[in-house]
């Protein structure tokens, strides 16, 4: 490998980390971890070194790791889904899963002596979650309605797919990209309403016709960190969806030869871009390639608001719908995984596909199927009808189980949005994201309300807060919220929000009479 990593003695605690043993190198090992547990193992490759393999030690909870999987495009099958629920069904009232920020499922009170057997029950099943963690390149995003979407411009599952076996080697893991610089996002576009958040990620490609041949404009760099947070920006380059595969390829190479090392606060690849500027970085990647880049086309074609496929929708093929599910904050049981498994068989085709605002879609169900399937139980739980605040609500791990947490986040969330429901008429979903820390994997930028955990001093002592972000706007012409007030105490948000909900999202009282508390 051609790479510009500096030399050991001058190294950051991880590129040290990753000079003295690659991470994928515990793929060896686990045999071994299994067989000592997770107290004996070495730290260096427990703490660290296992997120290669998407295996995640959770310092809040010790011995029960987390498992981040790739589904790539977000789709999952039923038979997939149910090796998923038999992982957590063995850790009972420990095993959680949850559906991600980026269209994934996290599985949780993973024991390493598991591992192994988990593993090879993944490979059964077509499944993997190496590299989706530390230094690498995370879940491909596409739209979660590809090839069924009446209006879809490009179907995005062969790409994702395709990029992620590039990256990945098929799964078995490539030490090519094993180590970059810091970790890397790639979404790609194939609908009229950028259903991926395309502006959040390192390397973007939304859907633009030229010379009247559909191929993608690129973005490039856009980010978010506690440091600081940038939507991506144009490379001025239009691809054909034949080359996809290589510009991600090329980019990578360029961003783990060249990027930089030193600051893990200044390591994504937007700070290249700025240190070399756009035109050197697209030149670099053009090199790499071994030919020039087409001009990006003059105008894309992201045209409309942003959909939540919730509800029940028509889909390309006549006589067919897709049903998206509201699943509260993304959190799942085993019994529900099993459940939406059956039901994506018995209504649909045995597919499911997850969004980036944490829900799930059962496609492919006929219009005959569609009353029995919205008499099923699970859809009690998960409504095709949420209410108007629930519907958008999002929210990041936080503190039950991630240790950078500031404040706890999915059970905060879906108590104050109940008690914000009983309390207001909302006439419109507005999109509320929480997230525990400035890391902002609840992604406040992008919401209607941000709320992002910190600690805040009142009468004298630390209570848990958030900073409140406001003018996220997703879709068309989307653009990052910023932070309009800090250090709002968590125990004031029911009156702060209910106030707020009234004067910017027309939301009234649902009594005349009713005075709040
Ligand atoms: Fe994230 C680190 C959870 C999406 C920015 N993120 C973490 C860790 C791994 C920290 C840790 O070790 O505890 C969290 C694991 C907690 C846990 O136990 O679940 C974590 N991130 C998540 C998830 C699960 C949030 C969720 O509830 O949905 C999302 C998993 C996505 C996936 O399937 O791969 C998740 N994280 C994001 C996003 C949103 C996105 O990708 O659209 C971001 C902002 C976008 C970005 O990365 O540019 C995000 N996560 C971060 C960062 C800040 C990165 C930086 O450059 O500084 C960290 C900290 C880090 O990497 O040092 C982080
Ligand atoms: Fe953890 Fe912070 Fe990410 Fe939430 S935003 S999952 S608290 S790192």
Not at 214 to 239: E, M, Q, T, Y
Request: with cysteine; glycine share 8%.
């Amino acid at each position: 490998m051609t790479s510009t990593v500096p030399a050991a003695a001058s190294l950051n605690k991880f590129e040290k980390l990753k000079v003295e043993k690659d991470g994928l190198a515990t793929k060896a090992e686990l045999e071994e971890f299994a067989k000592i547990g997770w107290e004996a193992m070495d730290e260096t490759d427990r703490d660290h070194r296992l997120k290669w393999l998407g295996v995640f030690f959770r310092p809040v909870t010790p011995g029960k790791f987390m498992l981040r999987m790739r589904l790539p495009n977000g789709i999952v099958t039923s038979g997939q889904m149910r090796v998923l629920a038999e992982v957590l069904q063995r850790y009972g009232e420990d095993g959680y899963g949850d559906v991600t920020t980026r269209q994934n499922i996290q599985l949780r009170g993973i024991r390493i002596e598991d591992i192994p057997d988990i593993f090879s029950r993944f490979e059964q099943a077509g499944m993997t979650s190496v590299q989706s963690g530390m230094d690498n390149v995370r879940n491909i995003t596409g739209s979660p309605v590809a090839g069924i979407d009446a209006d879809e411009l490009i179907d995005t599952r062969g790409l994702c797919r395709k990029v992620q076996d590039m990256i990945t080697n098929n799964g078995e893991g490539n030490p090519s990209f094993s180590n970059l610089p810091r970790k890397f996002n790639i979404a790609i576009a194939g609908c009229r309403d950028n259903s991926v958040h395309a502006e959040i990620n390192d390397i973007a490609f939304i859907p633009a016709y030229k010379n009247d041949v559909l191929g993608f404009n690129v973005l490039v760099g856009g980010f978010f960190s506690a440091k600081r947070c940038d939507a991506a920006i144009p490379l001025n380059a239009w691809v054909d969806p034949r080359d996809v595969v290589a510009v991600c390829e090329a980019i990578l190479l360029v961003y783990r030869n060249h990027g930089l090392r030193a600051n893990r606060q200044k390591s994504r690849l937007m700070w290249l871009i700025d240190e070399w500027g756009v035109d050197r970085f697209r030149a670099e990647v053009e090199q790499q390639m071994g030919h020039t880049l087409q001009p990006e086309a003059e105008k894309d074609e992201i045209l409309w608001a942003k959909r939540d496929h919730i509800g029940i929708h028509a889909q390309k093929q006549p006589g067919l719908n897709y049903v998206g599910l509201h699943v509260p904050v993304g959190r799942l049981f085993a019994s529900d995984m099993f459940d939406l498994a059956r039901i994506s068989e018995v209504y649909g085709s045995g597919e499911m596909r997850l969004t980036v605002e944490q829900n799930i879609l059962i496609p492919n169900v006929p219009d005959s199927r569609i009353a029995p399937l919205l008499k099923e139980p699970l859809l009690e739980r998960f409504s095709i009808n949420p209410s108007t605040l629930g519907r958008s609500l999002i929210s990041c791990t936080g503190a039950q189980f991630c240790n950078f947490a500031l404040v706890e986040t999915k059970n905060r969330a879906l108590a104050l949005t109940a008690d914000l429901d009983a309390e207001l008429h909302v006439p419109r979903a507005v999109r509320i994201h929480w997230t525990g820390c400035p890391n902002s994997c609840g992604q406040p930028q992008v919401a209607d309300i941000g709320l992002m955990g910190t600690k805040v001093r009142k009468d004298g002592k630390t209570v848990d807060g958030v900073d409140l972000y406001m003018g996220g706007t997703v879709g068309k012409e989307a653009k990052l919220g910023t932070c309009i007030q800090k250090g709002i105490p968590c125990e004031d948000l029911l009156p702060f929000l209910r106030n707020l909900l009234i004067q910017n999202f027309g939301a009234s009282l649902r009594t005349e009479t009713a005075t709040p508390p």
